[in-house]
């Protein structure tokens, strides 16, 4: 079947017309460049010729060594340009690439002494670098156009080295012209492979375009017969097994397609928490920044200069960073919690023995203030958890009564069994959490009295913490209003069944 804009004649005419373009592009570059980047080639090279005479000649004021001479007449040779060495104090001169032409001797002379040379019918100077100069000269007796570079050696010998610029001219031409020969050619004979390569080509294609219409009016009968080895028969194998069992996985993408939807779903609960995270953290890091810049700031102007209120700004400064750095930590580690990065490593440890040793190392937050700590278990309990993440929950109960203590001043820990589990609380004395925020506790980043959790450095992230390893260990964790103060509390598994324990639905009042 013939279309009338088959793709093999698009195919075709658009490869040649790029292969074309792509020539004549490089004939029209070559012909406006060449010239000058071979040019300035050869320019470059006059500088490297000078450069190494003047390494080769050293402190030397004469050259009638034979290796010397060879030398330079090989370098002459090998790049096409005439050289000359004149001594100006002996006034006469020790090289000359032409033998006993004295055209270049003349030239040199009229250099050193004019400035210019006076024997070419035109001379410009087109470059000036230390003891260097290039002219571009016309002769016109010999109708040709040179370019002379000038300069003195090290041991004040004064060096010329010409290069013939028609030589230049001459070579980009003929290249100029070989390039749009070989060019016209080229595309004449990739003219022809194309079209032939792609008649053989887009026969299969035909044909299996044929096989597709008939399946999309599910006639999946239809075959795609092509008995080639290559890529289009290995796709007309494939259409014809596509042919095959497209009908039977019609239900599975369907199913397909609603589990897509779920993920879709997922993912942009992802995305909003994602949001909800970065809004939060951007707003935790701010007031620290701009307390550790401000304060930054008087140092640098010097707003108290007495080494007390440096000390204090330098105090303000380092108490903000580490407050900033222990949140980030705390992220990162709630981070890996919900993304199921850490893994529990269960085992069978004294949980009494380890709130004794927080116990005692939290000490130091109670900063002078008169607090009563009740914890009179001295049986030892064993648990089975991640011992780890069990003294991080421990760690965060006992850190939070600290801050939030009050009035009578104490904080009651206790272990208790309860439904078959080991229930470990903390109370501390103080106000009451409003109903309204006894849920929200184990948000992130959310603060029941911000302006006191501002004033010791919390995040909001402990209790998220808590909340996240619990589940880990599908086991139940609360808060609860009781006389005088409030109970955080955390069920932990006293038998070897973690493995398959899972969440239990509690009722108590105790919830």
């Given at each position: ?61 004469f ?17 096409n340009f ?9 006034g ?36 000036e ?12 007796y ?11 050696l ?38 022809i ?33 092509v ?29 397909a ?5 779920v ?23 701010k ?54 990065e ?54 965060n ?22 439904n ?13 959490i ?78």
């Amino acid at each position: 079947m013939k279309l009338k804009n088959s793709f093999r004649m698009q195919f075709a005419l658009v490869f040649v017309a790029l292969m074309a373009s792509c020539i004549l592009i490089s004939i029209l570059v070559s012909n406006l460049l060449l010239k000058t980047y071979y040019r300035n080639r050869q320019m470059g090279n006059l500088e490297e010729i000078f450069d190494r005479i003047d390494d080769r000649l050293g402190k030397r004021t004469f050259i009638s060594e034979g290796t010397i001479r060879e030398e330079l007449d090989r370098m002459s040779a090998n790049y096409n340009f005439d050289i000359c060495l004149f001594d100006r104090l002996g006034g006469v001169a020790v090289y000359s690439s032409d033998g006993n032409n004295k055209k270049l001797v003349d030239s040199l002379s009229s250099y050193i002494f004019t400035g210019e040379d006076s024997t070419a019918r035109n001379s410009e100077l087109v470059k000036e670098e230390d003891e260097i100069k290039i002219f571009r000269t016309e002769n016109e007796y010999y109708d040709t156009v040179n370019y002379d570079l000038v300069g003195v050696l090290r041991n004040g010998i004064y060096c010329l080295v010409r290069m013939n610029y028609a030589s230049v001219e001459r070579a980009a031409r003929v290249a100029n012209n070989f390039y749009a020969y070989v060019g016209i050619f080229i595309i004449l004979i990739e003219a022809i492979v194309i079209i032939v390569f792609l008649r053989r080509f887009t026969k299969p294609i035909l044909v299996m375009n044929e096989v597709a219409k008939k399946m999309a009016n599910l006639d999946f009968e239809a075959k795609a017969e092509v008995s080639s080895a290559n890529e289009i028969g290995q796709l007309a194998k494939s259409l014809n097994i596509l042919s095959e069992s497209l009908e039977q996985n019609i239900l599975e993408l369907k199913k397909a397609n609603s589990e897509l939807q779920v993920d879709l779903e997922k993912r942009e609960k992802l995305d909003e928490m994602r949001r909800d995270f970065l809004g939060n953290v951007s707003h935790e890091l701010k007031t620290p920044i701009a307390i550790i810049q401000g304060y930054a700031e008087g140092l640098k102007e010097g707003v108290n200069d007495d080494p007390e209120s440096r000390d204090f700004y330098c105090d303000v400064i380092m108490d903000e960073a580490a407050k900033m750095n222990t949140m980030v930590k705390k992220i990162l580690s709630l981070n890996k919690l919900e993304y199921g990065e850490d893994q529990l490593e269960i085992s069978r440890f004294d949980i009494t023995n380890m709130i004794q040793g927080v116990l005692s190392a939290s000490e130091v937050l109670a900063d002078g203030r008169d607090i009563k700590i009740i914890f009179d278990d001295k049986t030892p309990h064993f648990v089975f958890a991640d011992e780890y993440m069990t003294e991080e929950v421990i760690t965060n109960y006992i850190s939070n009564a600290y801050h939030y203590v009050a009035d009578e001043n104490i904080i009651r820990v206790e272990l208790k069994e309860h439904n078959g589990s080991l229930r470990f609380s903390v109370y501390n004395s103080g106000s009451h959490i409003d109903d309204d925020d006894l849920g929200k506790v184990w948000e992130k980043f959310y603060k029941v009295d911000k302006a006191r959790t501002r004033e010791y450095g919390g995040s909001g992230i402990g209790l998220s913490i808590v909340k996240a390893i619990m589940e880990l260990h599908h086991r139940e964790c609360g808060v609860r209003n009781i006389d005088n103060g409030v109970e955080f509390w955390a069920d932990f598994d006293c038998m070897a069944n973690i493995s398959t324990a899972g969440k239990e639905e509690r009722n108590d009042s105790d919830n």
